[in-house]
């Protein structure tokens, strides 16, 4: 029987009250002891075995698909602007012209630089220091002492460039000074001249090109190619610093302006056909591109206020265009300096817009250089380099040859040749001191009118504008070995020296007046 343990009765105790009833009273009988139950304790329930659960797939966690943008383009590089080139008229000084200088100009006079002219003391075969000076002179063809018009810095060098008139010029100051250096404009029609500086700048390089001044024929205004930011423009200006403005101002790169003869156009060149902007961000804009057009354009022609510009040619052309007469304007394409097999030549009608090539008609050259044209458009001569010399070459406009000599055999692009203004005389010299021949002039069908022996040799010819006389440069080894500049009949004879009196390096610039 099983007992709670509230009903239990300690056995100690039990002892204990019985001991106490028998040292009281009788003894009475003594019960035989009963087994104390052992109280056995309720089992305890062994708890049901939980079962283990099985361990459950961890679910996979699917992720809600997003939009992957598209990969974006890395924009191109754009080009950072150039400064902009600002137009000023400072640094203002009058000159010492000559009295009377416009009375002068009436008639051709001869320009030319003298720099480092030696002392006037001393033997002129003795060597004498530099004198970092530099002098423009005009002389008169008949002789006489020439008139000095301005004396520079010698670092000017051969950056004089003279209106056709004579009456304005330009020229590069370099003197190591911010402050005054620059491009200046000099007005000769006052009766008390003035220099004035237009432009802040060092260089008339431009992009990497090479683009000087173009005077119009009167002198009044100028034709200058300047940094625009992302482009280059042409503006005109007066000779006096006024009224500055810009021809083009359409973003492409537009340099190599041009005066026409009658100055009523502007030829230059252009890359807007290809690039319409250099601007970033543009439509159809040239900036970042990976390749973009090397230093060249298309020949255009315009009006002096920038308005009716046309193109003329559809050749790629990598130099100055140049006018033959008010309506026609030759150029070439291809250039052997940039790696092409042929350069050819080109003249154009600017007011019917038709262009020609001069092929010959038989046995036609690949490369025609340093040609010059016939004033009328209708001829035009050219060195062609062979394998045995070179030649030069008078060919028709219809690719006719009219002659062909290979005795005067100057080196490439080494010689220079200008047409008498009827077109009828032809002289041929050499360029840059490199004179191997004396005077040479010939017809125009390639035959010979003068041709003479050195001294004195014929360098850089050129017709006065009325066509009565022929000035060059020439070197006389019987003197001292030196440049002068000398001048002779239309016909080549007859040569005085007009600079023997001067003891520094000559430099011949051409005719000015007698427009």
Not at 295 to 310: E, F, I, K, N, S
Not at 366 to 382: C, D, F, I, T
Request: charged residues 15%; hydrophobic residues 35%; proline residues 11%.
């Amino acid at each position: 029987m099983a007992f709670t343990s509230r009903w239990l009765i300690p056995v100690w105790l039990v002892a204990l009250l019985v001991a106490g009833c028998e040292a009281q009273s009788a003894p009475t009988p003594t019960f035989a002891p009963t087994e104390t139950a052992t109280l056995t304790p309720p089992p305890t329930l062994t708890p049901t075995a939980t079962i283990t659960p099985e361990p459950t797939l961890t679910p996979t966690v699917t992720l809600t698909p997003s939009n992957t943008p598209s990969p974006t383009l890395t924009p191109a590089p754009t080009s950072t602007p150039q400064p902009v080139t600002a137009f000023t008229y400072d640094n203002w000084s009058f000159i010492e012209a000559p009295a009377g200088l416009a009375a002068r100009l009436v008639n051709p006079q001869v320009a030319f630089l003298n720099t480092n002219n030696r002392d006037t003391v001393g033997d002129p075969r003795t060597p004498s220091p530099s004198t970092n000076v530099e002098t423009l002179y005009y002389v008169s063809p008949d002789g006489g002492a020439p008139t000095t018009i301005l004396t520079m810095s010698a670092q000017t060098g051969d950056q004089v460039w003279i209106a056709p008139s004579g009456n304005a010029f330009a020229w590069m100051r370099l003197e190591n000074n911010p402050s005054s250096d620059g491009l200046y404009l000099v007005d000769l029609t006052l009766d008390t001249p003035i220099s004035g500086r237009v432009l802040p700048v060092t260089s008339l390089v431009v992009r990497g090109i090479a683009s000087p001044p173009s005077w119009a024929p009167d002198g009044s205004r100028v034709a200058l190619t300047v940094e625009g930011g992302y482009s280059t423009e042409i503006f005109t200006v007066g000779r006096d610093g006024s009224t500055p403005t810009n021809l083009t101002q359409n973003g492409s790169n537009d340099f190599w302006p041009v005066w026409s003869p009658d100055g009523a156009q502007i030829a230059f060149v252009s890359d807007r056909a290809i690039c319409p902007t250099w601007a970033p961000g543009q439509p159809e804009t040239c900036d970042g591109t990976a390749n973009p057009p090397g230093p060249g354009g298309y020949v255009y022609v315009m009006t002096p206020g920038g308005t009716a510009t046309m193109q003329i040619s559809q050749q790629w052309v990598q130099e100055p265009p140049v006018w033959v007469n008010p309506r026609q304007i030759a150029y070439a394409s291809g250039d052997p300096a940039f790696g092409d097999p042929e350069r050819s030549l080109w003249i154009a009608d600017v007011i019917t817009g038709e262009t020609r090539e001069v092929t010959l008609n038989s046995g036609d050259d690949a490369l025609k250089l340093s040609e010059r044209w016939s004033p009328n458009g209708r001829q035009v001569v050219y060195q062609s380099p062979g394998d045995f010399g070179n030649e030069l070459v008078l060919a028709n406009i219809d690719g006719t040859q009219t002659g062909r000599i290979a005795d005067l055999n100057f080196t490439r692009y080494g010689v220079a040749m200008d047409w008498s203004p009827d077109g009828a005389s032809l002289a041929v010299g050499g360029i840059d001191g490199q004179c191997p021949y004396g005077i040479i002039v010939l017809n125009n069908q390639f035959q010979s009118v003068a041709r003479g022996n050195p001294p004195p040799s014929m360098c850089e010819p050129s017709y006065s504008p009325n066509g009565t006389r022929l000035a060059f440069t020439g070197v006389n080894p019987r003197v001292d070995g030196r440049v002068d500049v000398y001048v002779a009949n239309a016909n080549g004879f007859g040569a005085s020296n007009l600079t023997a009196n001067l003891r520094g390096q000559i430099q011949l610039l051409g005719w000015v007046g007698g427009q």
